[in-house]
Every structure is written in C-alpha cells, then in structure tokens.
C-alpha cells in the first residue's frame, strides 16, 4: 500500500512537505497548496477507505497506522528535509509519526500542528469512541464547518463517506497520549479563535511536545479556518530559518 500521494513533483525543490488531512478528509485536501507553496514539493497523505484507497479496510488504530506511515517515509530514497503539517487528527497522526521516526534516528525539519489539542491532553475514552454513530458524526461536522449541511441530506454522500469519517472519529476518540519524552524538532501549534472543540490552551500545550522551539499562534476562523484562509504566510515565516 501507498500511504503518501505527491501532488506535484518538483524534484529540484530543497524541501518536501508531508500534509496529514483532518478526520474524513482525503489528499485532496491538499491538492491547492502545490501552487501556493512552490518552493516545496507536497506529499499528502491518503489514508485506506477514500480516494484511491476507496477498497481498502479503514484503520481502526491510530499508533499502528501511523508507524506504516513512518516505515513507508524511512524506506524512501528522497534525502531532503521533510516538515510535516497535519490539521485536527491529521495533526495527532504526523506526531505520531515523527516519534517513530525519531525512534528509527531519523525525524523532520518542522512540525505544524493545526486545529488539534496536543497529544498528552487526549485521554482515550473507548465508550466515547464507540458512541460515534451517524447522527452525532453528522452533528459534529454541521458544528465544525467544512462540510455543507445539504450533503448530509444526501443519503448517496452519506453512504459513501460515513463510514469512513466514522471510522476516523472513532479512531481519534480512542487515541490516548501517553507520557513520552518530548521531540526534537521545532513544533507550530496553530489554532483558530473561534474553533468550537480545540482552545488556544490546548493548542498552546503543544509546546510541551518537543524539547526544540515551539510556537503557539491563533488564526481568525473556525476548525476548518484553513479552508478560506490557508496559513501560506505563517507556514513561511516558521520556515524561514530552514531555508536560510
């Protein structure tokens, strides 16, 4: 199986960026920011049950999947710097996959952290995870926006992509953040002012993730802030140092 998709090659580029899409969300996703962000070559991160993974089982344990996902990076010939982005659950699975790949004696340049409280603050609750069924997964997406309330009358997009939305919530739900030594790399924690599940206290407690720099910045918008105003010029500005 393929985990990464990369959007636009750009084999001369100095960097690539690794985006991790949110609970439901599909490579797609990212397929915008090749043009925006130029100067990287963008990988995204398709994970089994949508897109071009429609057949396959969906993931049932978050840790698990993201260690395929790190074995998948470290067997990969590319040498270039790597910086990871993930936004909400996607945020929680590039963590989890830079552990591993510190693990291995490897790692990333930089790691942004949108829309997710960080990962010593999920507790894991299998009750919770097993209540996730189609009618608060619909709710919960009508609260954090991105998704237009007309398609969840739609019963042809309901049988399409609940499942594997649902499998995601559960998945995510079911995450607990064990106590670990902190990362090496610099870490972004991004978060908008109005996201109705994720503070700005528990986007700035990132910072307890990493022993390198961390930085905790509020973004106008809601969960799905990225979506009208994708964070180009922030992601930049974090990355300027890397670059020279």
Known sequence: MVWTQVVEARPFAAERMVCFPHAGGSPYFFRPWAKALGAYEIHAVCYPGRAERFAEECAAELVPMAREIAAELLASDDERPAVFFGHSMGAIVAYEVVRALEEAGSGVAHLFASGAKAPHLMTGDPVAAAAWDEESIARTLIELGGTDPELLNNRAFVEL????IGADFRMLAAYEGQPRPPLHCPVTAVVG???PRVTTAHSAAWRESTRG???????????????DRPPFGLIEEALRPLRG
């Open 161 to 164: 992509v609940m499942p594997y």
């Open 193 to 195: 002012d109005a996201d």
């Open 213 to 227: 720099p961390a930085v905790a910045l509020t973004v106008p918008g809601e969960h799905f802030y990225l979506a």
